[in-house]
């Protein structure tokens, strides 16, 4: 049952709000007003009129509720993303730089431990009030500083995702601190720093993989059911590799 506090997910035709059940809330589309205190004691999935109301997921917080100051990793990258780094419910995870929490949000969903480093102080305290609002990140780490100087033991990590602009400063370090065989992934938008990454795990790292990740959305009419105009063309390369023993 939706009580007072809830966030919820609310959709009206094509457009989709994030809100909070304040009782003297209300949210008003076109000439229809949907009061909150009506969904207050209602099951999730009711339809008010043309609202339909539900709980959010994941994707509905980051993409709706999340602010943002940085890039962010999207949805549709991040999910992938925690799937080839292998994580589950016993890993620990290391990801750099935390920006505005959008890939830490999704794997702290997903792993057992998260340590996140972040240089910029108000992007540290963004992405812990990202997770903190919608009360996720018990299992986060956030740490305030540069990568480069954090002190971490050695074989410490699972698995690594390193989201900076020049990824071949780290690699060293991030080799020294995950486990052996373990997973790393990078993000990088263009195909040139890909090249340059590419020459510089030689030795360290084993099993190169570079994608991307296309989504196309479909128009939801049955009997004229076709993709939707316009998509993203591109967010990033993602490249994956896993540690040598050196
Ligand atoms: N993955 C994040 C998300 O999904 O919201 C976005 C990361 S953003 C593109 C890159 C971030 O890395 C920036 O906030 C930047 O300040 C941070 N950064 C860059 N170099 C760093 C370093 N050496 N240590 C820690 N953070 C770093």
């Known amino acids: 049952m939706l009580k ?28 229809d007003v949907l009061k909150f205190k ?25 993409l709706l509720g999340f602010s943002r100051k940085t890039q962010i990793v999207y949805p549709k990258d991040a999910f992938y993303i925690a799937f080839k780094l292998g994580i589950d419910k016993g890993s620990r995870v290391l990801e750099f ?11 702290s969903s997903l792993a057992g431990e998260v340590y996140t480093y972040e240089v910029v102080e108000e992007f540290y305290e963004l992405a812990k009030g990202n997770l903190s609002k919608f009360g996720m990140g018990e299992n986060v780490r956030f740490h305030l500083g540069d990568f480069a100087e954090a002190e971490l033991p050695e074989e410490f990590f699972d ?5 900076v602009k020049d990824p071949v400063p780290y690699l060293q370090k991030v080799h020294r601190v995950l486990k052996t065989g373990g997973v ?21 790292f084993g099993g190169e ?15 004229r059911l076709r993709p939707e105009d ?9 490249t994956f590799c896993r540690k040598l023993r050196s």
Not at 38 to 59: A, H, M, Q, S, W
């Open 4 to 31: 007072e506090g809830d966030w919820v997910l609310i959709r009206y035709e094509e457009k989709r709000y994030l809100r909070r059940l304040d009782p003297s809330g209300s949210l008003n589309v076109r000439k």
């Open 209 to 223: 993989e570079v994608l991307e990740i296309l989504i196309r959305y479909y128009k939801t009419v049955p009997e």
């Open 159 to 163: 698995a690594v995702f390193v989201d």
């Open 38 to 62: 009506d969904l207050i004691g209602k099951p999730e999935g009711v339809k008010v009129g043309k609202f339909e109301v539900f709980r959010p997921t994941l994707e509905d917080i980051i």
């Open 230 to 238: 316009t998509m993203v063309g591109h967010t990033a390369y993602l």
């Open 184 to 204: 790393v992934g990078f993000l990088l938008p263009t195909a040139n720093q890909v090249s340059r990454l590419l020459e510089n795990l030689r030795d360290m």
């Open 97 to 107: 730089g935390t920006g505005s929490g959008a890939l830490c949000a999704v794997l």
